[in-house]
């Protein structure tokens, strides 16, 4: 393995960067004002030996359970995602240990502010409380201006939008952070990452495929990721984002040594062949935000219920809540995101309805029928013309 050039970052007593060894992080996956769910999950993901546990917060009532928790938890370390809440940063510095924010995510607030004050306040709050940052890019929210900006190329909208944060932070005098650049396609993470760090070798990256879906199909998208970049010296925190009950979280953090494991004993695992050639599940790990617990059981259900497809090259996204949901489904061929009781559901970025959550699985098969109808009869039509134009050919000679 190439060694890391990255410098340190200290989120708390864990440190990422240098040579410190790569940080296992997960997230817990319920309401934070669920104190009695959140505690339970905490606990799950510590005795997986997280190193660093992430929680959502979105709302005063967020901050207030937070505080609650971090009683009961002093020497877990944490951090914080504040999705579009960024003003919410100074109470939430104190309880923890980290502050993730989405340059993406700061266009809904206070649209009079720019975006270098919303990050300044950010980066006053972390200085106030010694906390690290995490500038996480996702594919999915990328800000406007850089997808403008870089309209034929997703992977330089993600990488130029971390690298001017990263000046920004610079400028404003502060060191401690990292950044993330996340996408559900591990290819886009790879390259991505690559030319990151080409860019700011100095920066520490925390690696991970988002909405990677269900295992077994989620872990080998995560691999594929984290072999081509950990071997290449890219990575120096990692969270692997499985769709799994909430009792089963402990997974990602096992999934993750499993991975550091083989890749420092230079276990390569094979990709089987056509893997990601057909049929396509992502699916966001769930979070606080998760509009109904149904959701997991909705993602293994879909699963299930489209195996029969799997020969056909569609993607299909199925998401947790209305934060992300509407704008990571775009991509998909279709896309499902979820809501307290209603499911919608999206053919590429046109929303085709809302369903209940016990008639959604039939919708989606109508469309996957559909899909498959016309893929078929084009493949049909290409087969024909071609036998037409041999046919021509023969009669001509
Ligand atoms: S899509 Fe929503 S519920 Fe799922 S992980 Fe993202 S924020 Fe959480």
């Known amino acids: 393995m190439k060694p890391r050039k990255t410098r340190k970052v200290y989120i708390g007593k864990v440190t990422i960067g240098g040579d410190a060894p790569i940080a296992v992080q997960s997230m817990t996956a319920t309401r934070t004002q669920d104190l009695e769910a959140t505690a339970r999950q905490i606990k799950i993901l510590e005795a997986a030996q997280a190193d660093v546990i992430r929680i959502a917060v979105d709302s005063e009532q967020d901050v207030v359970a937070l505080r609650t928790l971090r009683q009961q938890f002093p020497d877990s370390v944490w951090s914080v995602d504040l999705q579009e809440n960024y003003k919410l940063a100074p109470r939430v510095a104190p309880l923890v240990e980290k502050i993730r924010y989405n340059p993406g995510h ?31 890019v996702n594919g999915g929210s990328v800000d406007p201006d850089y997808k403008e900006r870089y309209k034929d190329d997703s992977v330089a909208a993600m990488v130029f939008s971390a690298v001017d944060h990263c000046q920004m932070l610079d400028e404003m005098g502060f060191e401690n952070y990292c950044v993330s650049l996340k996408d559900s396609d591990a290819q ?58 909430n009792d089963d979280k402990g997974r990602e953090v096992q999934v993750g040594r499993e991975i550091l494991k083989d890749i420092a004993a230079r276990r390569f695992r094979s990709v089987p062949e056509n893997f990601l050639d057909g049929l ?118």
């Open 106 to 136: 700061l266009f809904h607030l206070e649209k009079n502010k720019t975006v270098r004050e919303k990050v300044e306040f950010i980066v006053n709050a972390a200085k106030d409380n010694d906390c690290a940052i995490r500038v996480g």
């Open 188 to 245: 886009k993470v790879i390259d991505a990452n690559r030319k990151f760090s080409k860019e700011r070798p100095d920066v520490p990256l925390h690696l991970g495929v988002t909405e990677a879906g269900l295992p077994p199909d989620g872990i080998i998208k995560t691999r594929i990721a984290f072999e081509q970049l950990i071997s290449a010296g890219i990575g120096d925190t990692i969270r692997v984002s499985l769709t799994l009950p």
């Open 280 to 397: 396509n599940i992502i699916a966001c790990p769930s979070c606080s935000r998760v509009e109904n617990e149904k959701f997991v059981d909705l993602a293994q259900d879909v699963k299930k219920m489209t195996e029969y497809a799997e020969k056909y090259k569609l993607t299909i996204a199925v998401m947790g809540c209305r934060v992300n949901g509407p704008g990571e489904t775009d991509d998909a061929d279709l896309g499902l995101w979820c809501g307290p009781t209603r499911v919608n559901l999206k053919k590429g970025t046109e929303t085709l309805g809302s369903y209940s959550y016990a008639e959604i699985l039939a919708q989606l098969k109508k469309e996957i029928d559909e899909m498959i109808r016309v893929k078929n009869g084009s493949r049909h039509r290409e087969r024909s013309e071609a036998v037409g134009i041999a046919a021509g050919q023969f009669s001509s000679q």
